[in-house]
């Protein structure tokens, strides 16, 4: 299994926010559901859009393109253009630290 990495500080990311981080050659969006913290790739999986300047609403993501929308929980598509699912990343939080793990 991967290591995890220390990408952000949960104060950082307030509810409903989201950040981005790169990590390695990657952006990673990193989502603040009421408290709860998901990672996944900033990139719509429709046209490479950045999610992060796309509007979070709960646990879905729009990319702010096309109206792509994604659960950020599983990276399932939710709705049209985008039919791929995003890619979701293990996260933790130990403390106050985001750490999460590449495949």
Do not use: W
Not at 27 to 51: E, K, M, S, W
């Amino acid at each position: 299994m991967s290591d995890f990495i220390s990408v952000a500080d949960t104060s950082d990311i307030p509810p409903g926010r989201v950040k981005v981080v790169a990590v390695g050659d990657r952006r990673i969006a990193l989502c603040n559901v009421d408290g709860q913290f998901y990672a996944i790739d900033d990139l719509c999986t429709h046209d490479g859009g950045p999610l992060d300047q796309g509007e979070l609403a709960g646990d879905v993501i729009e990319c702010p393109r096309h109206g792509a929308r994604f659960d950020v929980r599983t990276g399932k598509v939710l709705a049209l253009p985008a039919v791929k699912p995003l890619n979701t990343y293990p996260l933790r939080v130990e403390g106050s630290e985001i750490r999460v793990a590449l495949p």
